[in-house]
């Protein structure tokens, strides 16, 4: 969607931890993420601890197959936590427990507020 803010969590105490896109991985399968955009989101908590992923792939299983994540564009997450604790609020693409070595990730454009 091109309207500013046009995905917004408007609860402003607590800490929130969001996703645009969230994969987790129980088995050795692979991910092809090729060609997508997310933009326009809000997140309104003031809590130091809010944090808020483009894209997180996860895996409880330290998977081994390959990643390919190319030409996806990720801009204009803002994110209102307070930025004086040494905490990163705002992440583009987060890839966690993923042990492949034949990853393609390219060709991504993150802009984030």
Known sequence: ??????????????PVIGFAVR???????GLVMNNNTIQN???LSSSASTGYYGILLISTVGGTSQ????NNTIKN????AATGAP???NFGIAIQNMGGTNNVITGNNI???
């Open 41 to 43: 989101i809000q997140e």
């Open 23 to 29: 994969h987790l991985i129980t088995s050795g399968a």
């Open 87 to 89: 905490t990163l609020v």
């Open 67 to 70: 990643l390919n994540i190319t």
């Open 1 to 14: 969607m091109g309207t500013a803010n046009s995905i917004r969590n408007l609860a402003t105490a607590p």
């Open 111 to 113: 802009r984030i507020i």
């Open 77 to 80: 997450l803002e994110v209102a």
